[in-house]
């Protein structure tokens, strides 16, 4: 299993940015795809999480309203749009793949996932 995640970038605050991340190497029907970041000298924070079938889709509640996940299956890639970004939205994001038919319970718990992708940078400044 190999994860990919892209797209990161220096972005004004109320910016967008979209991340990707690429897999391989596991059965579509299978899996979820989270997302986490991790903000310096702070721990690892679970974001969203999407489903296979993309029925389910999980936010923080930071998040909500502002960042949407969605799936492009036939590109094996999952994308993290990230809208009104803020200052506290900075850090390297990283999506994890999750075997099982749906997102972890609970989503946001690192532990239940079991491949990583390399991160990418985040910063919101103005």
């Known amino acids: 299993v190999q994860l990919l995640a892209s797209g990161g970038g220096l972005v004004h605050p109320g910016g967008s940015l979209r991340l990707s991340c690429v897999y391989s190497?596991?059965?579509?029907?299978?899996?979820?795809i989270g997302w986490f970041r991790q903000a310096p000298g702070k721990p690892r924070e679970g974001v969203s999480c999407?489903?296979?079938?993309?029925?389910?889709?999980y936010f923080v509640e930071s998040v909500k309203g502002r960042f949407t996940v969605s799936s492009e299956n036939a590109k094996n890639t999952v994308y993290l749009h990230m809208d009104s970004l803020e200052p506290e939205d900075t850090g390297v994001y990283y999506c994890?793949?999750?075997w099982g038919e749906g997102c972890p319970a609970p989503f946001y718990s690192d532990k239940y996932y079991s491949n990583w992708g390399q991160g990418t940078q985040v910063t919101v400044s103005s």
């Open positions: 994890a793949h999750a």
């Open positions: 190497g596991f059965n579509l029907a299978t899996y979820a």
């Open positions: 999407i489903t296979s079938s993309a029925r389910k889709k």
